[in-house]
């Protein structure tokens, strides 16, 4: 177990598998909960590094950005770096609002990013179709071959299993103080809110939530920050590596 003080604190790579019936091979990486602040500087080139080396074929976005007026600059400075990324999409979390969603909608857009607040996007990687909802679940029977829900807060997988293959969502932080662990149950916020979870899947849904990457008060316990890469691979051991 680990104190972690201080906003500049590491972040690990959570590896996640989808397994899909489609051909297509390629890998989503979640970012969430940045909180950009003056004092979050040291954060932006190791966070920039790791999408660099990564390489995904898909950034999503997950809300929560920045904190402070300053923070807006180096949620400017981390969008240039990846601005000639073609499937960059993002959402609003609560913190945005209360800063001004316009200007981070703004920041977004003027980096070459998807803003998809509200709204669902179509794009094809890798031979296969995808469909991106942000911040919305809509009712309706998959009319792709990848379904994603991108969320900030956190919803009961039972409200939309049915209709993605793939949800993201943040906000909790893991309760960012965690005493025990269940499976993938953070404990005792687990008995607070009930998404407070890693992981968990119904039909054929796989749902992840992130610990974030950054905190608005930056003090946690043995709950160590995170920013999830999902690799979807086609349903074949042989495709997992």
């Given at each position: 177990?680990?104190?972690?003080?201080?906003?500049?604190?590491?972040?690990?790579?959570?590896?996640?598998?989808?397994?899909?019936?489609?051909?297509?091979?390629?890998?989503i990486?979640?970012?969430?909960?940045?909180?950009?602040?003056?004092?979050?500087?040291?954060?932006?080139?190791?966070?920039?590094?790791?999408?660099?080396?990564?390489?995904?074929?898909?950034?999503?976005?997950?809300?929560?950005?920045?904190?402070?007026?300053?923070?807006?600059?180096?949620?400017?400075?981390?969008?240039?770096?990846?601005?000639?990324?073609?499937?960059?999409?993002?959402?609003?979390?609560?913190?945005?609002?209360?800063?001004?969603?316009?200007?981070?909608?703004?920041?977004?857009?003027?980096?070459?990013?998807?803003?998809?607040?509200?709204?669902?996007?179509?794009?094809?990687?890798?031979?296969?179709?995808?469909r991106?909802?942000?911040?919305?679940?809509?009712?309706?029977?998959?009319?792709?071959?990848?379904?994603?829900?991108?969320?900030?807060?956190?919803?009961?997988?039972?409200?939309?299993?049915?209709?993605?293959?793939?949800?993201?969502?943040?906000?909790?932080?893991g309760?960012?103080?965690?005493?025990?662990?269940?499976?993938?149950?953070?404990?005792?916020?687990?008995?607070?809110?009930?998404?407070?979870?890693?992981?968990?899947?119904?039909?054929k849904?796989?749902?992840?939530?992130?610990?974030?990457?950054?905190?608005?008060?930056?003090?946690?316990?043995?709950c160590?920050?995170?920013?999830?890469?999902?690799?979807?691979?086609?349903?074949?051991?042989?495709?997992?590596?």
């Open positions: 177990m680990k104190l972690e003080i201080g906003y500049n604190q590491p972040f690990e790579i959570r590896k996640e598998i989808h397994l899909s019936e489609h051909p297509g091979c390629f890998d990486l979640y970012l969430s909960d940045l909180h950009f602040n003056g004092f979050t500087g040291g954060m932006i080139s190791t966070i920039i590094s790791t999408v660099h080396n990564l390489n995904p074929a898909m950034i999503l976005f997950g809300g929560d950005y920045i904190d402070t007026r300053k923070g807006l600059g180096y949620l400017n400075e981390l969008l240039s770096s990846i601005s000639h990324r073609k499937h960059v999409f993002a959402i609003g979390g609560n913190h945005d609002y209360y800063f001004g969603i316009r200007k981070v909608e703004k920041a977004f857009v003027n980096n070459n990013a998807s803003w998809i607040e509200k709204q669902s996007i179509y794009v094809n990687i890798e031979n296969t179709k995808i991106i909802d942000g911040n919305m679940v809509v009712e309706q029977k998959q009319d792709a071959d990848l379904s994603i829900l991108l969320l900030h807060k956190p919803l009961p997988l039972v409200k939309f299993s049915s209709y993605y293959n793939i949800a993201f969502a943040g906000h909790l932080h309760c960012q103080f965690v005493l025990w662990q269940s499976g993938n149950n953070l404990y005792p916020g687990k008995l607070f809110y009930p998404c407070n979870f890693l992981k968990s899947r119904q039909e849904c796989n749902y992840f939530i992130s610990k974030g990457a950054g905190d608005a008060l930056p003090i946690r316990y043995n160590r920050r995170d920013v999830v890469l999902v690799q979807v691979r086609k349903n074949n051991p042989s495709y997992i590596h």
